[in-house]
């Protein structure tokens, strides 16, 4: 996936050099049609095994719930929750300004913009086979918090910067950074949560990421005030504030934990 991610923009910003817009809207609709024709060619295997206890309904509030009474009883998945709030609403909105950082603020074309947006996989994908084989279970909450407040700082780094092979140096250690971030937040609540209970912690992750677009919002406004650098800036150094705040109130990501068997 990551891969892919690298040679996608690449190829999008190749588009936009040669035709505009148009013609990476074209491309665009010919792969989701092509997505399309496949997921129709697929046929449903067998038939679903029938179930002789059907577990009893719960609305979805009652999930949501139970969920947030078991994750706040528990400071290190708390702790996760908050801080990717908090990167996905002041942090991540960076990637949908990517494409006016470089050309108003580096100076490069299209082409060049495409390779700047994707090539924070190259790190991602290399810091995740390196984790795969290093990682130590008990510093996944180290992993997680170095890879988040790293962010932070790189971003607005990256704001500033007129150098465009500084600014692809700087994308390939985000890149690094976010898969600290991104793979420790499964883990982390996964190895600190009851089985019966990871399924909902598990959602409410996947609830607080879900916060990026009010912070894509954030950010489109701010920078129509203030300029993009100066937002993305201002947002990444406020979350970087805010995480280290909590941190002082909250130490379990700094603390060695012994994880639950899976």
């Known amino acids: 996936r990551l891969g892919c991610k690298v040679a996608a923009t690449a190829f999008g910003g190749l588009l936009l050099a040669l035709d505009g817009p148009r013609l990476a809207y074209w491309w665009l609709a010919a792969v989701y ?3 399309i024709a496949l997921t129709r060619g697929l046929r449903h295997q067998g038939a679903a095994a029938p179930v002789e206890h059907p577990t009893p309904t719960i609305s979805t509030f009652a999930l949501i719930r139970l969920g947030w009474s078991a994750a706040v009883r528990t400071p290190i998945v708390q702790a996760v929750l908050l801080v990717t709030v908090v990167m996905n609403l002041l942090v991540f909105p960076y990637q949908q300004l990517i494409a006016v950082i470089a050309r108003d603020v580096i100076g490069v ?3 060049q913009m495409g390779i700047l ?8 994908l ?3 086979g390196l984790l795969t084989f290093r ?6 909450g180290l992993i997680f918090l170095i890879g988040a407040l790293s962010q932070c700082v790189l971003i607005a780094i990256l704001t500033s910067l007129h150098s465009f092979a500084l600014a692809l140096a700087v994308q390939i250690v985000v890149g690094a950074c976010s898969a600290c971030f991104g793979s420790m937040q499964p883990a982390i609540i996964m190895g600190n949560m009851p089985p019966e209970l990871r399924a909902r912690a598990l959602g409410l992750l996947a609830m607080a990421i879900g916060v990026g677009p009010f912070g894509m919002l954030l950010a ?9 650098s100066r937002t993305l800036a201002g947002m990444s150094l406020l979350a970087l504030v805010l995480i280290v705040g909590f941190l002082a109130r909250n130490r379990t990501l700094l603390v060695k934990h012994q994880d ?3």
């Open 109 to 111: 074309g299209s082409a």
């Open 33 to 35: 049609l092509a997505g």
């Open 220 to 228: 489109g406004a701010l920078s129509a005030v203030f300029g993009p």
């Open 117 to 124: 947006a994707g090539i924070d996989g190259i790190g991602a």
């Open 126 to 128: 290399l810091v995740a």
């Open 260 to 262: 639950k068997p899976l």
């Open 135 to 140: 990682a130590r279970p008990g510093r996944l």
